[in-house]
T-cell receptor
Framework: DTAVSQTPKYLVTQMGNDKSIKCEQNLGHDTMYWYKQDSKKFLKIMFSYNNKELIINETVPNRFSPKSPDKAHLNLHINSLELGDSAVYFC?????????????FGAGSRLTVL | LAKTTQPISMDSYEGQEVNITCSHNNIATNDYITWYQQFPSQGPRFIIQGYKTKVTNEVASLFIPADRKSSTLSLPRVSLSDTAVYYCLVGDGDSSYKLIFGSGTRLLVRP
């Protein structure tokens, strides 16, 4: 039973399109995250939610809109896709957002914008 | 904003001990320092976590000095399957809600 699952695993689309990536965790965690990993393997925080409330929005363009319908789900919608959005997007969850915090990651969603 | 520095890559041979250091300043006072391992096409996976001094588990040790401005992951007797990218993760001193990854160290273990 996958702890943090993301769909789709691969996404290939044209510039200007809108796409969504879904994430679900069955660990009962309160906090969820989206990280972006670029071609140089840097992992950068995008968003963090705690109990469905946004607590981190790391200067991500407005084209990216996270939505957390409940604390087990954190979806990422991207409008007007650009070439620079091509990356691997990782969803993660943790029991809380400070202190001895261990993140559990999904397998990633590779987005390719043509 | 917390700044982290890791060596880009390291080479080792099977059976050797490998030490990977992450330098980090301006980290959150109350947050722990965590290390992750990532294989190709997978998400980062938790290895070890500590706050100060030394922590050891079944796969690694973690050394954190009193000033907490660095941490060293120690992998005893590495094997080929330890070839991966290793990241430190720290809380930002300006906003501990923000967890910041190091740039990653690519470890290659040779036979």
């Amino acid at each position: 039973d996958t702890a943090v699952s993301q769909t789709p695993k691969y996404l290939v689309t044209q510039m200007g399109n809108d796409k969504s990536i879904k994430c679900e965790q069955n660990l009962g965690h309160d906090t969820m995250y989206w990280y972006k990993q670029d071609s140089k393997k840097f992992l950068k925080i995008m968003f963090s939610y705690n109990n469905k409330e946004l607590i981190i929005n790391e200067t991500v363009p407005n084209r990216f809109s996270p939505k957390s319908p409940d604390k087990a789900h954190l979806n990422l919608h991207i409008n007007s896709l650009e070439l620079g959005d091509s990356a691997v997007y990782f969803c993660a969850s943790s029991p809380q957002y400070t202190g001895a915090n261990v993140l559990t990651f999904g397998a990633g969603s590779r987005l390719t914008v043509l | 904003l917390a700044k982290t520095t890791q060596p880009i890559s390291m080479d080792s041979y099977e059976g050797q001990e490998v030490n990977i250091t992450c330098s980090h300043n301006n980290i959150a006072t109350n947050d722990y320092i965590t290390w992750y391992q990532q294989f190709p096409s997978q998400g980062p996976r938790f290895i070890i976590q500590g706050y100060k001094t030394k922590v050891t588990n079944e796969v690694a040790s973690l050394f954190i000095p009193a000033d907490r401005k660095s941490s060293t992951l120690s992998l005893p007797r590495v094997s080929l399957s330890d070839t991966a990218v290793y990241y430190c993760l720290v809380g930002d001193g300006d906003s501990s809600y923000k967890l910041i990854f190091g740039s990653g160290t690519r470890l290659l273990v040779r036979p």
